[in-house]
């Protein structure tokens, strides 16, 4: 009975379809396709897949990603009103995501259709930009909202404008110098033994973009814990003036909003922080079913991003049912923001 062929990550090998044509245990990335013996073909039913199923799953999840975010793009482009810092960095996430969805999809293209050294080098250069770029685009937002809230008279002034653009200058110019590390040569195409979990990134190229997440979580972290106790004290001040600390609708709703901020950076964490602890523990000799388990979470990150921050918003709603129906509905239309839209 002839073994099983084991199916090897698109991101590990040089070719994703090596596997499919290996058998036991050993991959031999010179082989090609349909090279099977004449004389002694499989069944159909022990015919090796000649695409990774986890391959599929990744370039499904880009392309959820790049529709999702693309309508958020195109209704903040769109709708003029949409020029307040606030919508220009969660512009700036939707387009982050955007691409990392459109890497995912050009990734798996180029992989099982040009198998090029050079097109595997560009589309994991963009996933690495987008991707940066969207936690970075998180971290901006989460600066964003605590300006907003301890500069509150002075936030819609001039020089948050300025404020804004300069970080988006920032993130982006950071989010494209490291996705063009494995282009400009950073990269272990040359010496397989320094590839990390996802080819052709370096060990140290993916230990240095863990331990970035990980302190910028970390950042975030402090941000959202003052976030907090300013939203908290806000409420205090208020429901003392009424008289009934617990009672008052304030209250209530900032204690949802507090709720909100816990589940935000929660999501966050439980997407990213998998993957950030395993490509820095890890190498190119461990299973790369590891891989895809920690890297598909990741990516739901940027599925889930425009629920929080873009979908959930009463002006972006409005513009929505605007493209949509052409109308508003009297309860969007009427919702007055609270302590828990932060």
């Known amino acids: 009975m002839s073994e099983e062929p084991p199916v090897t990550s698109s991101w590990l090998t040089p070719d994703p379809t090596a596997w499919a044509s290996g058998g036991g245990g050993s991959i031999d990335n010179s082989t090609s396709l349909g090279m099977f013996?004449?004389?002694?073909p499989l069944p159909p039913s022990e015919l090796p897949l000649l695409v990774n199923p986890w391959d599929i799953v990744l370039c499904s999840s880009g392309t959820l990603i790049a529709c999702e975010n693309a309508l958020v793009v195109l209704v903040i482009w769109q709708n003029p009103a949409l020029r307040a810092p606030m919508f220009l960095l969660i512009g700036s996430l939707a387009l982050a995501d955007l691409l990392?969805?459109?890497?995912?999809v050009l990734h798996f293209t180029c992989a099982y259709l040009l198998r090029s050294d050079s097109a595997q080098l560009l589309t994991v250069g963009l996933v690495v930009a987008s991707f940066s770029a969207s936690v970075f685009s998180l971290l901006a937002i989460t600066i964003d909202r605590y300006l907003s809230l301890y500069y509150a008279l002075t936030y819609n002034s001039?020089?948050?404008?300025?404020?804004?653009y300069t970080m988006l200058v920032l993130l982006w110019g950071l989010s494209l110098c490291l996705g063009l590390l494995p282009v400009t040569g950073v990269n272990c195409l040359a010496e397989e033994a320094t590839c990390s979990v996802v080819r052709p990134l370096t060990k140290n190229n993916i230990a240095v973009l863990s331990v970035s997440f990980l302190l910028l979580f970390g950042l975030m972290l402090q941000l959202?814990?003052?976030?907090?106790?300013?939203?908290?004290?806000?409420?205090?001040?208020?429901?003392?003036?009424?008289h009934f600390l617990a009672a008052t609708p304030h209250y209530v709703t900032t204690r949802k909003g507090v709720s909100t901020l816990a589940i935000i950076l929660g999501t966050f964490a439980a997407c990213w922080m998998p993957f950030t602890v395993y490509s820095l523990i890890a190498d190119y000799t461990y299973p790369p079913l590891y891989t895809y388990?920690?890297?598909?979470?990741?990516?739901?990150?940027s599925v889930i991003n425009p629920v929080i921050y873009?979908?959930?918003?009463?002006?972006i709603q409005k513009a929505l049912w605007l493209v949509c129906c052409g109308c508003v509905p009297a309860s969007v239309a009427q919702r007055a923001r609270t302590p828990s839209d932060v």
């Not at 990392?100 to 995912?104: C, H, K, V």
């Open 100 to 104: 990392a969805g459109l890497g995912l």
């Open 224 to 242: 959202y814990v003052q976030i907090c106790k300013i939203v908290m004290r806000h409420a205090h001040q208020i429901a003392l003036q009424h």
């Open 310 to 315: 873009a979908f959930r918003n009463q002006e």
């Open 37 to 40: 013996p004449p004389e002694d």
């Open 158 to 164: 001039e020089r948050t404008a300025a404020f804004t």
């Open 293 to 301: 388990a920690t890297l598909v979470p990741a990516t739901y990150n």
